[in-house]
């Protein structure tokens, strides 16, 4: 393990997994300083373990048969995990709603409905 992982894990068990923020951040190339308030990424925001786990499915391109073999547990172990540490996670909206124009004009050509597009327009699934 690196001198930086180690300093990251010393600093996650200190704080116990309690929220923190940081307020001074140096630049290490030139040493410019940036001080005020900086709330961690979500992911460095996880458990040692955690980060450790999320990593190796990254690598793993989300193999989890390869998974299993790494960590020696069970598909619904796994599912489990993931499921855990995703519900700790806000995600990025993968499919957003579409454009409004891009709705009207699936309107127009008949491709949906009225109450379609009315849906689609108010953001409901």
Known sequence: MTDQAMDWQELTNLTRGQPFHVERVRLAGNGVA???????????QLSVEDQVFVTAFVRCHGSIKQMERIFGVSYPTIKSRLNRISQMLDFVEVDPAPPPSEVLDRLRRGEITAEQAVTELEGRP
């Open 34 to 44: 940036i001080e005020g308030e900086f709330e961690l990424p979500q992911l460095a």
